[in-house]
């Protein structure tokens, strides 16, 4: 089950546990409330301790598509950065449809993984943007993480891409599943 803002007040379940005005708050380890602070707070600390991403953009055909991809993410959670060489199978998808997803986990391939990995699904829309110096503190966060991808951003068959995050989903232990809205889907305009 994934809970919501929405969902919660739907079940009555505010009555039982509080929610806090205006943030996605949802049920995590049973009765235990998570606040949309502490959810960010969980979502920042996956996206600084990994370094790959597995991307899902939708070829034209409309078949999905994965990539492994570096990334790095803004501190407000509201942008990541991506950079692929423009000749790729992935870049056609996401000029073909910029709606994509991300899929950042942290597990280790052992058995403790069921107890204790995490997994965070992003979606957002991609735009391409240019290395000039209105998007120099985008680059320098991009190579704060990865140093050794400099020459490869600045590479002229190289893109740079951002995505404006709408939605990301938390899921632990497997089944416990928090949902955090940036912004809505459908009102990206203002970005």
Same mark, same amino acid.
């Given at each position: 089950?994934?809970?919501?803002?929405?969902?919660?007040?739907?079940?009555?379940?505010?009555?039982?546990?509080?929610?806090?005005?205006?943030?996605?708050?949802? $049920?995590? *380890?049973?009765?235990?409330?998570?606040?949309?602070?502490?959810?960010?707070?969980?979502?920042?600390?996956?996206?600084?301790?990994?370094?790959?991403?597995?991307?899902?953009?939708?070829?034209?055909?409309?078949?999905?598509?994965?990539?492994?991809?570096? =990334?790095?993410?803004?501190?407000?959670?509201?942008?990541?950065?991506?950079?692929?060489?423009?000749?790729?199978?992935?870049?056609?998808?996401?000029?073909?449809?910029?709606?994509?997803?991300?899929?950042?986990?942290?597990?280790?391939?052992?058995?403790?993984? =069921?107890?204790?990995?995490?997994?965070?699904?992003?979606?957002?829309?991609?735009?391409?943007?240019? $290395?000039?110096?209105?998007?120099?503190?985008?680059?320098? $966060?991009?190579?704060?993480? *990865?140093?050794?991808?400099?020459? =490869?951003? *600045?590479?002229?068959?190289?893109?740079?891409?951002?995505?404006?995050?709408?939605?990301?989903?938390?899921?632990?232990? =497997?089944?416990?599943?928090?949902?955090?809205?940036?912004?809505?889907?459908?009102?990206?305009?203002?970005?």
């Amino acid at each position: 089950m994934v809970y919501t803002l929405d969902n919660i007040y739907e079940k009555s379940l505010v009555n039982k546990w509080p929610v806090h005005s205006g943030s996605c708050a949802g $049920l995590l *380890h049973g009765k235990k409330m998570t606040t949309r602070k502490q959810l960010q707070g969980e979502i920042a600390e996956l996206l600084l301790s990994q370094k790959l991403a597995v991307l899902a953009s939708q070829t034209p055909e409309g078949s999905s598509y994965s990539s492994l991809i570096a =990334f790095a993410a803004t501190d407000d959670l509201q942008k990541i950065m991506l950079a692929t060489p423009r000749a790729t199978r992935k870049f056609t998808n996401i000029r073909h449809n910029p709606k994509v997803s991300l899929l950042i986990d942290n597990r280790s391939n052992k058995e403790q993984d =069921f107890h204790d990995a995490k997994a965070v699904t992003v979606m957002g829309i991609v735009d391409e943007i240019n $290395l000039d110096p209105s998007h120099n503190d985008l680059a320098s $966060l991009y190579l704060q993480k *990865h140093p050794y991808l400099d020459d =490869f951003l *600045h590479s002229p068959s190289t893109v740079f891409l951002l995505i404006s995050v709408y939605r990301y989903y938390l899921v632990s232990r =497997f089944q416990e599943v928090m949902e955090l809205h940036i912004r809505d889907e459908n009102d990206l305009s203002a970005l």
